[in-house]
């Protein structure tokens, strides 16, 4: 992620040079209408976590997508305690830059933390974030309340709490 932004600012930064070395010079001025733009601000691309309403549910916290996400009561702290075979029925949220806050989700209460397999997952409110591999579609909940892996699962309010 940073080499890509170093990068992106080098090749920026050589450009702005190229134009102010440029071999010809002008008598004219620039008028506002033909001045340079602003240059794009870099694009986010941490995964999204945002509040979606379910028929069941309410308000629960989804991910880009609209998947729904979920905790799991036996991780303690930011800590994941599901790996191989949990992993393979609750994947991790996981994520390659900053969490995003989509509609109606807390900026304020998205982290991140290191699986054992270096991968960033997503946490939310201190609770690292799983799907479920049930979901099939959007708004889908199904994980919901599932006692497994020694735990009990649960979809997030957009407070962080577990909904019981």
Not at 38 to 63: E, F, R
Request: net charge neutral; aromatic share 8%.
């Amino acid at each position: 992620m940073h080499s890509k932004v170093l990068f992106t600012s080098a090749i920026t930064a050589l450009a702005l040079l190229a134009a102010a070395c440029g071999g010809t010079t002008s008598t004219a001025t620039a008028s506002p209408a033909s001045s340079a733009s602003p240059l794009p601000s870099p694009v986010a691309t941490g995964t999204k976590i945002a509040v979606a309403t379910s028929a069941k549910l309410g308000q629960i916290l989804v991910d880009g997508n609209g998947m729904t996400v979920y905790l799991f009561v036996k991780d303690t702290g930011t800590a994941s305690t599901c790996y191989t075979s949990c992993a393979a029925i609750w994947p991790p949220v996981v994520t390659t830059g900053a969490p995003q806050a989509g509609t109606g989700a807390d900026s304020s209460l998205l982290g991140t933390t290191t699986r054992t397999d270096g991968k960033v997952e997503v946490t939310y409110a201190g609770h690292p974030l799983y799907y479920f591999v049930q979901d099939k579609a959007a708004g889908d909940a199904t994980g919901q309340g599932i006692n497994g892996f020694g735990g009990l699962w649960w979809v997030l309010a957009p407070s962080g709490a577990a909904m019981h």
